[in-house]
């Protein structure tokens, strides 16, 4: 299954412990939307909890800070980026290459959190 | 050094983390008197020291720096962070303090040290900023009651590709999409890293991008032929040996650089300072101080060998291998040795085994004694010629 940071998701059913760690690890839950991984989700561990629990292999993806779409498919770092480790937001393949990509991701930054 | 010359000037010109930058600059806007510190948690090279210096800086307030690792006891603390908890400038500026490397708060020494940030929190009249390394460390988990925690994650590789090209572009460097690609990831999110390995690539032609791919030899010659700290840093750190085994090898090396003799002192002591303090490193299991290790290396040491040459063992590979494998053979005769003759292994291999050699230049002796420990062909070679010596 696929997570993309920041954006809810569901699960089935998983019994209270598992539950109880998922809220311990810092995953969101709201009744009517779900579970979401938030920059405080510790979400290596989080991933390890919904993979032993539903059997189910977690992709997790981030999304791009400057058009908001999902930024992994067909990303070069996609084998060597720890995607469980690193920062929430990232850049897309369309976004990436330009060449004023440096002052997009600045302003991008300033409208999105201010 | 470009991470100087680039470093950010606003908490917008920052990369990674983006959302942990707004939610710290929200607490610290909203902060109020007796309202809760932010502890931040993330690995080194994140940018958690840059964040909060550039917030105070936005702000006007004074930073207020403290290494807790460095003041570990409450009586230091006290002395150190008393008069920023309560006072604000005549002119009514406000005071940030920054209290680094909490979880260096371990050991005996600490005694009350935890209890006195917990209530500096509660009485500072200003706000309060922590950082640790360890988010599971004893202190971490202590002072969860009197903190918000808020985690710091390294930049993904394409983002610190982003800042590299940026800067590449600034300093009209030509640098091939691939070779970014490989700054990028061999940083392991360590933004600092990568602006180095790419500004010692301008400097250095020569230098190959790969981190981790980089021979022994090659990265130690680097190392001495470094124009600068920075450079001999960046060769350290791409060896991927043990930091014991680097050491070792560069105090080898040293030893056979042709050194004068003051300078090969000077030297060597520098060298069995590092030793020591990699000794301690692992007495303590402080793993952080790791990267001291390489700093004082590059620091010191470089300067006092720079120019002379790697020298590895005077032995050719080959030659090793045999010396390597025959001792591995005489291991094995010594064990059979001493099971048969109710002696241990070392006692064989220092006493009997000697005059068992001296016996097998005898060549009846020597195929009684093979058959006699069912050794195959490949040891009466061994035999042969450690009798011959």
Same mark, same amino acid.
């Given at each position: ?38 920059? @405080?989700?510790?979400?290596? +561990? ?6 032993? !629990?539903? #059997? ?34 990232? @850049?897309?393949?369309?976004? +990436? ?6 002052? !997009?991701? #600045? ?8 | ?389």
């Amino acid at each position: 299954m696929n997570v993309v940071v920041g954006g809810w998701f569901t699960l089935p059913r998983l019994g209270r412990d598992a539950f109880a760690l998922l809220m311990k690890q810092g995953v969101v839950y709201d009744k009517a939307m779900g579970f979401k991984f938030d920059p @405080l989700t510790d979400i290596q +561990s989080a991933v390890r909890t919904i993979r032993s !629990a539903t #059997g189910e292999d977690v992709d997790v993806m981030l999304r791009c800070l400057i058009c908001s779409k999902v930024a992994c498919p067909g990303c070069p770092y996609l084998s060597v980026c720890d995607r469980t480790e690193v920062s929430s937001l990232c @850049l897309c393949e369309e976004h +990436s290459p330009e060449k004023s990509v440096f002052e !997009a991701y #600045g302003k991008a930054f300033v409208t999105s959190f201010s | 050094m470009w991470v100087e010359k680039y470093r950010p000037k606003r908490p917008s010109e920052m990369i990674g983390n983006e959302q942990v930058r707004f939610v710290l600059s929200a607490w610290l806007a909203a902060w109020k008197p007796g309202g809760k510190a932010a502890l931040l948690m993330g690995p080194p090279g994140v940018g958690k020291t840059t964040l909060v210096a550039l917030l105070a800086k936005e702000r006007g307030m004074n930073l207020v720096e403290l290494n807790a690792s460095d003041a570990r006891t409450k009586e230091r603390l006290r002395v150190r962070m008393g008069e920023a908890v309560n006072a604000t400038s005549l002119l009514g500026e406000r005071s940030l303090i920054f209290l680094d490397e909490v979880d260096g708060l371990a050991g005996r020494s600490d005694y009350g040290a935890i209890d006195f940030i917990k209530d500096a929190v509660k009485e500072s009249q200003n706000p309060i900023i922590m950082a640790a390394n360890d988010p599971d460390s004893d202190e971490v988990r202590k002072l969860s009651s009197s903190t918000i925690p808020m985690r710091f994650r390294p930049p993904p590789p394409r983002e610190v590709e982003m800042l590299l090209r940026e800067i590449a572009r600034r300093e009209n460097l030509e640098v091939g999409e691939e070779e970014l690609r490989a700054y990028a990831t061999g940083a392991g999110g360590d933004v600092r890293n990568a602006v180095n390995s790419l500004q010692s690539r301008s400097t250095s032609r020569a230098e190959t991008y790969k981190d981790t791919a980089i021979s022994a030899s090659k990265a130690f010659n680097m190392f001495f032929e470094a124009k600068d700290s920075a450079e001999a840093a960046t060769a350290l750190r791409k060896l991927s040996l043990q930091p014991f085994e680097k050491i070792r090898e560069l105090q080898r090396s040293v030893l056979r650089s042709g050194l004068p003799p003051e300078k090969l002192a000077a030297a060597m002591r520098i060298i069995s300072n590092v030793d020591l303090a990699m000794g301690r490193i692992v007495k303590s299991g402080d793993w952080r101080m790791l990267r001291y290790i390489d700093a004082q290396l590059a620091n010191d040491l470089q300067p006092l060998v720079r120019g002379s040459k790697y020298s590895q063992d005077d032995l050719p590979f080959t030659t090793l291998l045999r010396i390597w494998n025959d001792s591995k053979r005489i291991k094995e005769v010594s064990e059979k040795y001493a099971a048969r003759a109710h002696t241990s292994g070392a006692s064989a291999r220092s006493q009997d085994l000697p005059f068992v050699f001296f016996l097998c230049s005898g060549r009846r002796f020597r195929e009684e004694f093979e058959r006699a420990l069912d050794l195959d062909e490949g040891y009466d070679k061994l035999l042969s010629k450690e009798a011959a010596r």
